[in-house]
C-alpha cells in the first residue's frame, strides 16, 4: 500500500512542478516596468563634416506595462528636453534653445502603444516595440527594436532607434561652413525594476 502511495507521489511531482509553473503565467501576461532615471542612459549621436558629435540626456521618468495576450503596450518615458549634454556648452545651449525649443516643449516623449515578439519571464527576450515618439510637440509613430535583461525584479533593454529631426520640422543646426547630418542616431539603456 505504501509502495502505491509513494509510487503516485513519484508521478505527480512532475505534474505538480509543471502545473506550478504555468500558474505563474497569469501574473506574466500583464508585465510592469519602473525605470531608475539615474541609471538608465540616453545617448545620441550626430555626424557632422569633421566628427561625430555625442551626447546625453536626462531620463525625468519611465513607465511601462506590457500585455503579452493582447500585444499592447501602455506607458510613457519622458526625457527632458532641456538636459542635452555634449562637449560644447554653446551647442548645447544653442541645441536646446533653436532645436528643440526646450522653454516651449520642456521633454521629449516615447508612448508605447504595442509589441511584437515574446516577453520572457527571466534571461534575454528580443521585442520589437511600437509607439509615438514626440518631438517639438509632434508625435511620430516609430518602431524600437529592443533587448531586454530580466533578472529577478530587475530589469534592462537596451536599444536604438534613428530620428530624421529635419524632416520632423526641427530647425538644422547646419551653417555655411559646418554642414551636419539630417538624422541623429538614439541609443537607450532602460534600467529599472519590474512592479505590479
Known amino acids: 500500500m505504501k509502495s502505491s502511495i509513494f509510487s503516485h507521489i513519484r508521478t505527480s511531482i512532475p505534474a505538480i512542478a509543471i502545473f506550478a ?11 510592469h516596468y519602473r525605470l531608475d532615471p539615474a541609471a538608465t542612459q540616453v545617448t545620441f549621436s550626430l555626424g557632422d563634416a569633421m566628427h561625430d558629435v555625442k551626447g546625453a540626456f536626462h ?7 506590457f500585455d503579452a495576450d493582447s500585444h499592447t503596450a501602455s506607458g510613457q518615458i519622458v526625457v527632458d528636453a532641456g538636459s542635452g549634454q555634449s562637449d560644447s556648452k554653446a551647442r548645447d545651449k544653442k ?3 533653436d532645436q528643440l525649443k526646450a522653454s516651449v516643449f520642456p521633454t521629449v516623449t516615447f508612448a508605447p502603444t504595442k509589441f511584437s515578439g515574446t516577453l520572457n519571464a527571466s534571461g534575454d527576450s528580443t ?6 515618439f514626440t518631438l517639438i ?3 511620430h509613430m516609430i518602431t ?5 535583461h530580466i533578472d529577478g525584479s530587475n530589469c534592462t533593454a537596451t536599444g536604438s532607434f534613428v530620428v530624421p529631426y529635419v524632416s520632423w520640422g526641427v530647425k538644422d543646426p547646419s551653417v555655411m561652413f559646418l554642414k551636419v547630418a539630417k538624422e541623429v542616431k538614439i541609443d537607450l539603456k532602460l534600467v529599472g ?3 505590479k
Open 21 to 31: 509553473a504555468l500558474a505563474t503565467l497569469p501574473a506574466l501576461a500583464q508585465s
Open 59 to 65: 531620463l525625468t521618468s519611465g513607465d511601462i506595462a
Open 95 to 97: 541645441m536646446t534653445a
Open 127 to 132: 521585442i520589437q516595440v511600437e509607439g509615438n
Open 137 to 139: 510637440g509632434q508625435p
Open 144 to 148: 524600437v527594436p529592443m533587448t531586454v
Open 193 to 195: 525594476s519590474i512592479g
